[in-house]
């Protein structure tokens, strides 16, 4: 199948909401949630987009002709693309009745390490979800990241001993998640944590632990306080809180008060890989990519996320060699027009 055909297939099994768009920019599906869209107004998932499509690339090749090396070290496991398919819930209530969170992640999981690349999972308010989850990283010899929600403590800490069974590469905790409107006034409760809590919570990991929601300086500062390995720089798709900025507007600053201290990896609105060569050269280490994954599970299954895998390697293999950038160690700031 190529690309286009899966997209295709999948609008025959997506919706009512997604429309599995030729271009995923969060134009078609605005405002409706429940469903893929944003929070309020819808413009934070259709800021996201438009701002990595306003970056330009600097192309430069008079420099050695050498191969191009997409590799990445993910906390010790390389992987063949500095790219993960982002944790996603609530399937048949946001996408269609194709797969629910069980089925859908136990397919991502493998087919994602088949791919090369991992996959984060989700969390709901279904304990069998995260049974699920830890079940696909398990038997994926722990290829995969299982993202918690910001549940109460007494929760948290009894899924934190239940993810680690799966021995996975890293835990996740989506920390904005309380502000998703389907987690509104659910039980058990979901909400914010400080400190001192996500640093009883990173020792309960025992892996390296990754908080996702990122959007501030100081936020990213006190993730690393906290004793987060990493942080993903994101606003869960303009989906807790509409009117924020893009991740590609913060990323920069971001990455001037904590890189090279911990992982930095960015979600939202990335697409290509040439877009994820500007979010490398914005400072983050890889990114995550939900939507179009999820597209791409309902349009072709495993063969769908390898088609898509492909691609954004054939794309970031280009821009980094038309940029004279051989290893995603040679990707600069600077690479970036007006920066």
């Not at 948290?156 to 001993?161: A, I, L, S």
Request: charged share 20%; with cysteine; net charge negative.
């Amino acid at each position: 199948m190529t690309y286009q055909e899966v997209l295709a297939n999948a609008r025959t099994c997506m919706g009512p909401f997604c429309k599995s768009c030729p271009t995923c920019n969060g134009l078609a599906c605005k405002n409706t949630m429940p469903g893929p869209g944003a929070k309020g107004i819808g413009t934070g998932f259709i800021r996201n987009y438009q701002k990595w499509q306003e970056l330009c690339v600097n192309m430069d090749t008079i420099c050695e002709n050498l191969p191009v090396d997409t590799s990445y070290d993910f906390f010790g496991h390389k992987v063949d693309l500095p790219v993960f398919a982002a944790p996603v819930g609530a399937m048949q209530l946001h996408y269609g009745d194709k797969y629910d969170d069980l089925t859908y992640n136990d397919l991502l999981v493998s087919a994602c390490a088949e791919a090369g690349i991992l996959a984060f999972t989700g969390d709901g308010v279904n304990a069998a979800v995260m049974e699920g989850a830890v079940k696909a990283i398990g038997k994926n010899a722990g290829r995969g990241v299982p993202t918690v929600k910001p549940w109460n403590m007494e929760l948290v800490q009894e899924k934190m001993d239940l993810v680690r069974s799966a021995d996975p590469f890293a835990i996740a905790m989506d920390i904005d998640a309380a502000g998703l409107p389907f987690l509104k006034n659910m039980q058990p409760p979901a909400g914010s944590k400080t400190v001192e809590e996500l640093k009883q919570i990173a020792a309960w990991a025992e892996k390296p632990f990754i908080l996702k929601g990122i959007m501030t300086v100081d936020g990213a500062r006190k993730a690393l306080e906290a004793g987060a390995s990493g942080i993903v720089v994101s606003n869960h798709g303009g989906r807790v809180l509409d009117q924020c900025p893009a991740t590609a507007e913060v990323l920069p600053a971001i990455a001037d008060a904590v890189g090279g201290k911990m992982t930095i990896l960015v979600d939202g609105g990335i697409r290509s890989g040439m877009d994820v060569f500007k979010a490398l050269a914005l400072g983050a280490d890889a990114v995550l990519i939900g939507r179009p994954f999820v597209n791409m599970v309902y349009g072709g299954g495993a063969e769908g996320v390898k088609v898509y895998v492909d691609k954004l390697k054939a794309e970031l293999s280009d821009t980094m060699a038309m940029c004279g950038a051989h290893s995603l160690a040679d990707i600069r700031r600077s690479m970036i027009w007006g920066y």
